[in-house]
């Protein structure tokens, strides 16, 4: 690689050059200036046109503190574009142009900035290109798009919020799934169909089930098939229908077949903890159901890399035994004993089927066109609409529909929104309460209902002969306070006392005046025995 000389070439190096170098003809400063073949006798190095004086940088000031394709711009001069320098290549960093486009990506793509640049065969001095020349290079190329930039109105959009209506239809939209009955005819009615059913259980197995609905499939079937699709309501009522055996052997007096089995939600689920990876699933799958004959599925969970972890879910076939193992907060597997805990599925997201936002109903969507999901249009009506079929998402402006799940919108919303009632769910747990405790009590605590109180200020002084003077008073109105109520206490007995001797004085002398009649009573008879006595 050719070294280039120092361009400040004073009147001291050019002396210093002839004393060194006897050979070397002299020359003046004007015949090096018009000179463009220059022979360094060091190196052997011919140089054709020389590097023109460096100039002294000025310090900043408002007009030269553009940022040049950096956040901190470097005073050094960039490479040459001109074509005589044939020796230098110009490398292409990919990582640092990658760089450059994320510092850069909000700019506009076809903006230019300030370029340096050096003309060795016309000896110019540095120039700077204006801002509104033509573009030399720019910060982002065909090969590297900067893809946010293609909608700019997205790119300013607001996050959607977490909101009442959807954290409440993530909590109580849990439907079962339904259950498919195929028939060989086509004259069955839904109404006779749950009659039977019901009926059939009510007899055989003293049990009563709840339906939600009951409906015809819209699939069309061959061979005049017809599927009917049977909701259940509760739990119970799943869990007991999932046995195949409990069904009647006909309903509406027809033959029928199950198709498929509907799969078990969530809400039937545990998730049992550190289970080892190296253990045989084979093996822990069995001593599982022959501990517990109401576990229908053993499933091992991976992370979003697909690799195995130390989480296993179960899903069961009893709603009481998904509460006992919830209470015992624990399961016994081969002598074993692991954590268990509730399993929660990803919430389901609320979409607007109007105008495709997330997080309220149609009912309360203030949008007037409806929107499609498919190529993101908005029309006055989507049964006139004419689809382009081209699938285009109004979230992300990614090519799927505006409702997928796989949506990065949608899958942050949903995350977010699992987070939210995770938290809820963990503030509302009830805290156990004492065994010889004989009052059921609904209320659960929350720390964060009550915030303590602030501590009370003493900015008094507690020498202050008038607060002294103040808490005697007060000690001696309490003292007065006190005699005064033994006071009333003793005026309530003696009033009392007075009452009961008044009654007990009444008593005495109505005893008194009987003894005073019987006496006077007794007198007479004696007096009239006396006179009856001398008479005869």
């Known amino acids: 690689m050719n070294n280039r000389t120092d361009p400040r070439n004073d009147q001291s190096n050019t002396n210093t050059k002839k004393n060194r170098y006897n050979d070397e003809p002299p020359s003046s400063d004007n015949d090096k200036a018009n000179s463009n073949v220059y022979h360094d006798q060091i190196s052997n190095v011919v140089f054709h046109g020389r590097m023109p004086r460096r100039k002294t940088i000025p310090p900043p000031i408002s007009s030269n503190m553009q940022l040049i394709n950096s956040p901190a711009p470097s005073p050094r001069r960039l490479r040459s574009s001109d074509g005589s320098d044939d020796e230098y290549v110009e490398v292409n960093n990919n990582k640092k142009k990658k760089r450059i486009q994320k510092q850069t990506g909000h700019l506009h793509p076809d903006q230019t900035y300030p370029i340096l640049d050096f003309n060795l065969n016309n000896n110019c001095n540095t120039t700077t290109a204006p801002h509104s020349s033509v573009p030399t290079h720019k910060v982002t190329s065909p090969a590297q798009p900067v893809h ?9 959009q607001e996050r959607p919020q977490i909101t009442r209506e959807s954290t409440r239809y993530a909590q109580t939209r849990y439907p079962f799934p339904q259950f498919v009955i195929r028939f060989n005819s086509s004259n069955v009615t839904t109404k006779q169909v749950s009659e039977d059913l019901i009926e059939h259980v009510k007899l055989k197995y003293q049990k009563t089930i709840q339906l939600a609905n009951c409906r015809t499939s819209n699939i069309a079937r061959v061979n005049n098939e017809h599927d009917l699709l049977i909701y259940i309501k509760d ?14 052997t006909k309903l509406c007096n027809l033959v029928y077949t199950f198709p498929t089995s509907p799969s078990i939600q969530p809400q039937l689920s545990l998730i049992i903890k550190n289970v080892d990876l190296r253990i045989d699933l084979e093996d822990f799958i069995d001593d599982i159901k022959a501990s517990y004959s109401h576990v229908k599925n053993v499933i091992r969970m991976k992370n979003k890399f697909q690799n195995n972890i130390k989480l296993v879910k179960i899903e069961l076939t009893s709603p009481s035994l998904k509460e006992q193992l919830l209470n015992s907060k624990k399961i016994i597997v081969n002598h074993i004993t692991y954590d268990i805990d509730e399993y929660l599925a990803p919430a389901t997201v609320l ?10 109903f149609k009912s309360q969507c203030k949008q007037i066109n409806e929107t499609c999901k498919t190529c993101g249009e908005q029309c006055v009506d989507l049964k006139l609409h004419n689809c382009s079929q081209v699938e285009k998402c109004i979230h992300c402006q990614q090519n799927h529909k505006s409702n997928a799940l796989k949506c990065p919108v949608v899958k942050s919303y949903r995350a977010e929104l699992t987070k939210k009632i995770l938290d809820i769910n963990s503030r509302s747990l009830p805290k156990p309460m004492p065994k010889n405790n004989i009052f059921k009590y609904n209320y659960t605590y929350d720390a964060s209902n009550f915030p303590p109180l602030p501590h009370a200020q003493s ?9 002294i003077k103040l808490d005697d008073l007060i000690e001696k109105m309490t003292e007065v306070k006190e005699h005064l109520a033994t006071l009333a206490i003793n005026n309530e007995k003696f009033e009392q006392f007075i009452q009961d001797k008044n009654q007990h004085d009444d008593l005495t002398k109505q005893q008194i005046d009987s003894l005073l009649n ?3 009573a007794i007198k007479k008879r004696f007096s009239s025995t006396q006179f009856t006595n001398r008479k005869t």
Do not use: V
């Open 148 to 156: 946010h930039l293609a909608n700019p109105l997205h790119h300013h």
């Open 518 to 520: 019987n006496d006077n």
């Open 235 to 248: 739990s119970d009522s799943f869990c007991f229908l999932l046995d195949q055996s409990t069904w009647p």
């Open 351 to 360: 979409i607007c089927s109007r105008c495709m936002a997330i997080g309220h």
């Open 459 to 467: 900015n008094f002084n507690s020498n202050n002969p008038m607060m």
